[in-house]
């Protein structure tokens, strides 16, 4: 199982951090990955990290302003979002795999039930 938390309504240029905790068999040893859906969107990568921590990935839209992160001890993965704006607006979901599994939404076969960020202009 899957929990995001930590969305809200933010000035743009502002910043927040969302939190997942994990538990089952999602927690631990499985990569995690952060994703998001707009509305009138498809659902899109936004960053991924192995359970290790030493492998991470970003999409280039997010690449300077978005930092992933995990603590393997609280089963937490967090994605810290500085320098938000407008176009950050959406719903963004955890995922996890037993390993790595791309930007692609297909690789991922567990997922939470999402949090709203929403940035105001």
């Known amino acids: 199982q899957l929990v995001e938390s930590g969305g809200g309504l933010v000035q743009a240029g502002g910043s927040l951090r969302l939190s997942c905790a994990a538990s089952?068999?999602?927690?631990?040893?499985?990569?995690k990955a952060w994703f998001r859906q707009a509305p009138g969107k498809e659902r899109e990568f936004v960053a991924a990290?192995?359970?290790?921590?030493?492998?991470?990935s970003y999409a280039e839209s997010v690449k300077g302003r978005f930092t992933v992160s995990r603590d393997n001890a609280r089963n937490t993965v967090s994605l810290q979002m500085n320098t938000l704006n407008p176009e950050d607006t959406a719903v963004y979901y955890c995922?996890?795999?037993?390993?790595?599994?791309?930007?692609?939404?297909?690789?991922?076969?567990?997922w939470g039930q999402g949090t709203q960020v929403t940035v105001s202009s």
């Open positions: 995922a996890a795999a037993e390993t790595y599994a791309g930007p692609e939404v297909t690789g991922w076969p567990y």
């Open positions: 089952g068999r999602t927690s631990r040893s499985y990569a």
């Open positions: 990290i192995d359970w290790l921590g030493r492998d991470i």
